[in-house]
């Protein structure tokens, strides 16, 4: 048996027989285990050890309790917890909802390394999760919503809808949803010609068509068993929705020249820039696809909407493209500009910007001619500059009274 070598198992519970068992099973196939005997050091020791799996004596030091099982769960919340008790009758349903997984006293002997083998492959998962969620960076109010969405959908087969503007980062949200899959397989729908959308979503075989010299899978099947994302969804060709439409009704596709359909079980994750019920009233986009789609949606705030994430972002980017690994300085006045800047771009613009001011910078110091923020857009519903004195001008009004000055100039 290849066991990993890192994972490691905490076991909370006073020294007995059950517990010297689970120990010398773990050992023997090389896992690295503790024991925590002592009820007041328990979360401590659960913090410091970050355990995969945490292994539970629900008879002792009252583990059964829920108020301690959450302590124990925010002291470390990736860790799996599995419990066992001598009396199944006393666990409460309460107490089983904590868990992930629960055996009595004589399965322990029977089925332990069932359990901890599945738990181990349920731990990588979400493991592989929360590394993919920690892309997602921020802490806003929408941005914690958001990961509770993203959460919620990982464990569906239902196809996902992901709606926003372009640049929020609707693919790393699509990476975190499909981050427990084998697979991941991005197809751009506004890169796709119309004539060969069909081919490379469901293949074809050798003499389809002029040029098809041999057999060629599509992208359905290359992402069989995985996640598929259609980034773009909206430039999708309604020729093409139908076909799509069909393959998800069915789960099955018909490569260009096969006579017969394929099985294939595919995750679908759409995204799209587009307002697609915009998009049906002017007949551009079907709505019984729509609504296939739609079965989870997910929308990614603007950046705009998440201002409180600025700073966050910056210096997230800032340690990303600084080639020494020291996170540079930023003047307050460039400073100010980025968290008064409207970004129209989003995420997108923002990292552009940092990676363009990190190249541009001076003894690793970010100023305001770094930025190349010349017209920071002006927010809608302000009053028109032409109104304002110049004593109360701001920057972005006065650049708006700049241009105001020039129109009239160029039209007399």
Request: aromatic share 8%.
């Given at each position: 048996?290849?066991?990993?070598?890192?994972?490691?198992?905490?076991?909370?519970?006073?020294?007995?027989?059950?517990v010297s068992f689970v120990q010398d099973v773990l050992a023997s196939v090389n896992y690295e285990v503790d024991i925590c005997s002592q009820p007041?050091?328990?979360?401590?020791?659960?913090?410091?050890?970050?355990?995969?799996?945490?292994?539970?004596?629900?008879?002792?030091?009252?583990?059964s309790n829920t108020a301690i099982l959450e302590n124990l769960r925010k002291a470390s919340p990736e860790t799996l917890f599995l419990g066992y008790a001598q009396e199944t009758t006393d666990v409460t349903f309460a107490t089983l909802s904590h868990l992930e997984g629960f055996l009595s006293i004589e399965d322990v002997h029977l089925q332990f390394m069932t359990h901890i083998l599945r738990l181990r492959e349920l731990y990588r998962l979400r493991h592989q999760f929360h590394v993919s969620l920690r892309k997602i960076v921020g802490h806003s109010a929408s941005v914690q919503k958001l990961y509770h969405h993203v959460e919620k959908a990982i464990p569906s087969k239902g196809t996902v809808l992901i709606q926003g503007e372009s640049g929020v980062g609707k693919e790393l949200v699509a990476r975190a949803i499909a981050s427990v899959q084998p697979k991941f397989v991005i197809v751009?729908?506004?890169?796709?010609?119309?004539?060969?959308?069909?081919?490379?979503?469901?293949?074809?075989?050798?003499?389809?068509?002029?040029?098809?010299?041999?057999?060629?899978?599509?992208?359905?099947?290359?992402?069989?068993?995985?996640?598929?994302?259609?980034?773009?969804?909206?430039?999708?060709?309604?020729?093409?929705?139908?076909?799509?439409?069909?393959?998800?009704?069915?789960?099955?596709?018909r490569p260009v020249g096969a006579n017969r359909p394929r099985q294939v079980s595919v995750r679908v994750i759409a995204a799209t820039n587009r307002?697609?019920?915009?998009?049906?009233?002017?007949?551009?986009?079907?709505?019984?696809?729509?609504?296939?789609?739609?079965?989870?949606?997910?929308?990614?705030?603007?950046?705009?909407?998440?201002?409180?994430?600025?700073?966050?972002?910056?210096?997230?980017?800032?340690?990303?493209?600084?080639?020494?690994?020291?996170?540079?300085?930023?003047?307050?006045?460039?400073?100010?500009?980025?968290?008064?800047?409207?970004?129209?771009?989003?995420?997108?613009?923002?990292?552009?910007?940092?990676?363009?001011?990190?190249?541009?910078?001076d003894n690793g110091v970010i100023t305001l001619k770094d930025l190349f923020i010349d017209e920071p857009p002006i927010e809608i519903g302000k009053a028109s500059p032409s109104t304002l004195s110049w004593a109360t001008m701001n920057y972005d009004q006065f650049k708006e009274f700049q241009r105001e000055q020039e129109r009239g100039f160029i039209t007399q």
């Open positions: 048996m290849v066991v990993d070598t890192r994972t490691r198992i905490l076991l909370l519970s006073q020294e007995n027989a059950t007041t050091e328990m979360t401590s020791c659960i913090r410091s050890f970050i355990p995969a799996i945490a292994v539970l004596d629900l008879d002792y030091a009252d583990l751009n729908c506004s890169a796709i010609p119309e004539n060969l959308f069909e081919s490379e979503l469901f293949g074809h075989l050798r003499g389809a068509f002029t040029g098809a010299n041999t057999d060629r899978i599509g992208l359905f099947e290359a992402a069989a068993d995985g996640a598929l994302f259609l980034d773009e969804i909206g430039d999708m060709p309604l020729s093409m929705q139908t076909k799509l439409l069909r393959a998800l009704q069915d789960g099955e596709i307002d697609l019920k915009q998009e049906i009233a002017r007949g551009k986009f079907r709505e019984d696809l729509f609504y296939r789609l739609n079965v989870i949606p997910i929308r990614v705030p603007p950046l705009r909407d998440r201002r409180e994430d600025i700073p966050e972002l910056i210096t997230h980017f800032l340690s990303m493209y600084s080639p020494s690994g020291i996170i540079p300085e930023i003047q307050a006045e460039a400073k100010q500009v980025l968290l008064n800047y409207s970004w129209p771009g989003n995420i997108r613009e923002l990292e552009n910007i940092i990676h363009r001011a990190v190249s541009f910078m």
